[in-house]
């Protein structure tokens, strides 16, 4: 049983900064890519940025330059710090994660877990 939290979404101007931070807890026994996602009212989930556990980040066209994603591995979380924040910006952001689980002796391989979300509104 893993499970991700996500925090730091608010409403803030355009222009402004959020860092969002999302930490996982359970019965982690590595955890592999990690991510954040994005969905907007009527839309469909997109990828923001991703990282693996080597440190190769990725990124989406319309947020390149002004988001940063990073972790830290001894906390088991992962961070997306977002300056330069538009109103299409405004979405509900969700934490993604390739998790291998180790319970008694059975271990399981790349289960995906998904956080509950935390709402991000970009306005004046």
């Known amino acids: 049983q893993v499970q991700l939290v996500e925090s730091g979404g608010g409403l803030v101007q355009p222009g402004g900064s959020l860092r969002l931070s999302c930490t996982a807890s359970g019965s982690i026994f590595s955890l592999n890519d990690m991510g954040w996602y994005r969905q907007a009212p009527g839309r469909e989930r997109d990828l923001v940025a991703e990282?693996?556990?080597?440190?190769?980040?990725n990124y989406a066209d319309s947020v390149k330059g002004r988001f940063t994603i990073s972790r830290d591995n001894a906390k088991n979380t992962v961070y997306l710090q977002m300056n330069s924040l538009k109103p299409e910006d405004t979405a509900v952001y969700y934490c993604?994660?390739?998790?291998?689980?180790?319970?008694?002796?059975?271990?399981?391989?790349?289960?995906?877990?998904w956080g509950q979300g935390t709402h991000v509104t970009v306005s004046s």
């Open positions: 990282i693996t556990n080597s440190g190769f980040t």
């Open positions: 993604n994660a390739d998790v291998d689980t180790l319970e008694g002796s059975i271990l399981s391989r790349n289960l995906e877990v």
